[in-house]
């Protein structure tokens, strides 16, 4: 209810990016220094990971459903 504040301004810096760390993939946002940050994780990657590469053509939902189990 209080997130009507964000508009599509941050539609088109939405992208995926995957840590350079351990490669896992989030949907992240660009910011200014032209760094990408996971939405919803302030803190970085569960790996602890805090850089993270865009990754083009990557689909939203992969990044977002936990169907990574394959290296565990
Ligand atoms: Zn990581």
Redesign the pocket.
Known sequence: MADSDETADDERHRTIAA?T??G?LYAALEVSDGSYLPIGRRDG???G?TAFDPVEGALLDSATEPGNADDD
Do not use: F
């Open positions: 840590c760390s351990c896992a990657c569960q790996c990971g």
